[in-house]
T-cell receptor, first 112, second 113 residues
Framework: DAMVIQNPRYQVTQFGKPVTLSCSQTLNHNVMYWYQQKSSQAPKLLFHYYDKDFNNEADTPDNFQSRRPNTSFCFLDIRSPGLGDAAMYLC???????????FGPGTRLTVL | DAKTTQPNSMESNEEEPVHLPCNHSTISGTDYIHWYRQLPSQGPEYVIHGLTSNVNNRMASLAIAEDRKSSTLILHRATLRDAAVYYCILRDPVQGGSEKLVFGKGTKLTVNP
């Protein structure tokens, strides 16, 4: 049974056109994360929520925003996607900060 | 974050054991050694973690050197499904920043039929 679900799996957007990626979890975990993984690179943390408390990594561009309306859902908004934002976006959850992280399958974003 | 060093790639044959090394010479006393793997076109998944003693679970074994400056992930009988990038990550539950997984480049494991 899927525990961390990401929709859509593939997203195509145009340069500068806002796009939203979604993540949902059935684990009732407190922490939700968004990672960016560019081609042939390792995943890199963008930000995370502990419950409703949001923490942005220092080097995450302002172009990236996130929302967590409830425990189960978290959204990644890219306000004005550039060509350099093409990547796999991974959502993960954990019960607490130091616990195992469970990843979704990712959304592959293409920017035309 | 303490750094880890892993070979870029390794090859194995199906049904043979695989030993994936990780060096972490600057490991602190409170760093746990975690392994995650990422199968093609999937998100990373947890494999195993340990502090000092060797650890076993249904997926793999983790052998930790006595001085903790290196560790080895052991897949006892590799299958084609084990072809993935394996990441060795240090996490300190005490220090700030423990919420992060800081991924290095990992080892790409190829399993030959």
């Amino acid at each position: 049974d899927a525990m961390v679900i990401q929709n859509p799996r593939y997203q195509v957007t145009q340069f500068g056109k806002p796009v939203t990626l979604s993540c949902s979890q059935t684990l009732n975990h407190n922490v939700m994360y968004w990672y960016q993984q560019k081609s042939s690179q390792a995943p890199k943390l963008l930000f995370h929520y502990y419950d409703k408390d949001f923490n942005n990594e220092a080097d995450t561009p302002d172009n990236f925003q996130s929302r967590r309306p409830n425990t189960s859902f978290c959204f990644l908004d890219i306000r004005s996607p550039g060509l350099g934002d093409a990547a796999m976006y991974l959502c993960a959850t954990s019960r607490a900060f130091t616990d195992t992280q469970y990843f979704g399958p990712g959304t592959r974003l293409t920017v035309l | 974050d303490a750094k880890t060093t892993q070979p870029n790639s390794m090859e194995s044959n199906e049904e043979e054991p695989v030993h994936l090394p990780c060096n972490h010479s600057t490991i602190s006393g409170t760093d746990y050694i975690h392994w995650y793997r990422q199968l093609p076109s999937q998100g990373p998944e947890y494999v195993i973690h340990g502090l000092t003693s060797n650890v076993n679970n249904r997926m793999a074994s983790l052998a930790i050197a006595e001085d903790r400056k290196s560790s080895t992930l052991i897949l006892h009988r590799a299958t084609l499904r084990d072809a993935a990038v394996y990441y060795c990550i240090l996490r300190d539950p005490v220090q700030g920043g423990s919420e992060k997984l800081v991924f290095g480049k990992g080892t790409k494991l190829t399993v030959n039929p």
